[in-house]
């Protein structure tokens, strides 16, 4: 565990983990720093926060197919979320790319990805290019972030891939605490967990990358690949278990968790928009006040697409991944992200 003088080490970015982890961490980038106008523009006017606190998880590459391969058996805590939430294995991922960088910028901004049609314009999946969302869109867009830090709450990336430097260079004020340690999935949930034992985050943003990491090398669904959804699994848990066993946060914490994309069983790919492989994820509601129920029944203005992948123009859309940034104001208390698409009535219901 990471001792409590070392967490508040932490508000100093990236710069103490490294040491921590001998040098693991992506280098701090410079950030763009929004106009005054651009940021008074965007920004959702101010609401009392409630003292809800919102973690949520991106679990790159989790094909839903892994839970039911590997049982209750192999991933308990994935089951549990199921089991005591409100969830669906039949989420869909974006309609443009199935890649991780644009699908996690869609997360962040409830955006959808191609610029010219309102998007975050992030269309790159490298740490190679540092332009900010801003710099792809064209203009000022707006994020989770920006839209908790301006009603007085904190924030906090906990990521293992160094082009998630992105969320940190494009709202650089909003963005609290920036933890990027390099393919080190504990290590991030030992960070998330010494910020919830100490001064929980009002928003948490934890990306975990080992099972898109092990489908890349070995494919997806392979044996290793499994293994490595098992062990995310037991760090999930280790939050659930962290939020049960603390009276606080068992009263005011919710975890929303994810995926980018799935990927093709027997293949190292996930590239392709149109492949049911790729574009089916999952999406759980978990915590204080959340019943347990299927998304969809819970949902009418939302529609479970069976093996579809729904346009833009359909009139009752699936649940998205996008949808996490303004599903996770609205758990705040919050309104939707400015200038988002996904969610921006704020009707995807939990309770």
Same mark, same amino acid.
Request: net charge positive; hydrophobic share 40%.
């Given at each position: 565990?990471?001792?409590? #003088? #070392? ?14 982890? &001998? ?15 651009? %940021? ?24 839903? #197919? ?14 549990? @979320?199921? *089991? =005591? &939430?409100? +969830? ?20 962040? %901004? ?8 309102? +998007? ?9 290019? %540092? ?18 830090? *301006? ?11 160094? /082009?998630? =430097?992105?969320? /940190? ?6 963005? *609290? ?17 010494? *910020? ?20 890349? /090398? ?7 690949? @499994? ?17 049960? !066993? ?10 929303? @968790? ?62 998205? !991944? ?21 969610? #921006? ?7």
């Amino acid at each position: 565990m990471i001792s409590t #003088r #070392r967490a508040r080490r932490l508000l100093v970015p990236t710069l103490t983990l490294a040491a921590l982890l &001998g040098g693991s961490l992506a280098a701090p980038v410079a950030a763009e720093a929004p106009t005054a106008s651009a %940021t008074t523009a965007s920004s959702a006017p101010a609401r009392r926060l409630d003292g809800t606190h919102v973690v949520a998880i991106s679990i790159d590459g989790l094909n839903p #197919r892994a839970l039911n391969r590997l049982g209750r058996a192999g991933t308990p805590y994935l089951h549990q @979320l199921l *089991d =005591q &939430g409100a +969830g669906t294995l039949n989420a869909r991922a974006q309609l443009e790319m199935t890649i991780t960088l644009p699908n996690h910028t869609s997360m962040v %901004t409830g955006r959808r990805i191609n610029a010219a049609k309102g +998007g975050h314009g992030v269309t790159w999946n490298d740490d190679s290019v %540092t332009r900010t969302v801003r710099q792809a869109a064209g203009h000022d867009v707006s994020s989770v972030f920006r839209v908790v830090h *301006d009603n007085g709450g904190t924030t906090g990336v906990y990521a293992t891939k160094s /082009k998630f =430097q992105l969320f /940190k260079r494009s709202w650089r004020t909003a963005v *609290d605490t920036n933890v990027i340690a390099v393919e080190k999935n504990a290590a991030v949930v030992r960070a998330l967990r010494s *910020d919830l034992a100490t001064s929980p985050r009002t928003f948490s943003f934890l990306h975990l990358g080992k099972p898109d990491q092990m489908g890349h /090398k070995y494919g997806w669904l392979s044996p290793t690949y @499994l293994r490595a959804v098992s062990t995310v699994d037991r760090l999930v848990g280790s939050i659930m278990n962290q939020i049960r !066993n603390t009276p606080a946060l068992k009263r005011s914490t919710v975890i929303v @968790l994810t995926s980018d994309h799935g990927g093709v069983p027997g293949t190292t790919q996930h590239a392709d928009a149109k492949n049911r492989e790729d574009y089916r994820v999952p999406f759980v509601i978990w915590g204080a006040g959340v019943r347990h129920a299927s998304l969809y029944a819970i949902n009418p203005t939302r529609a479970d697409p069976g093996r579809g992948r729904p346009g833009f123009s359909a009139r009752r859309q699936p649940v998205r !991944n996008g949808d996490l940034a303004n599903l996770s104001l609205s758990l705040l208390s919050l309104g939707p992200v400015p200038g988002s698409l996904w969610d #921006r009535r704020q009707d995807l219901t939990w309770r």
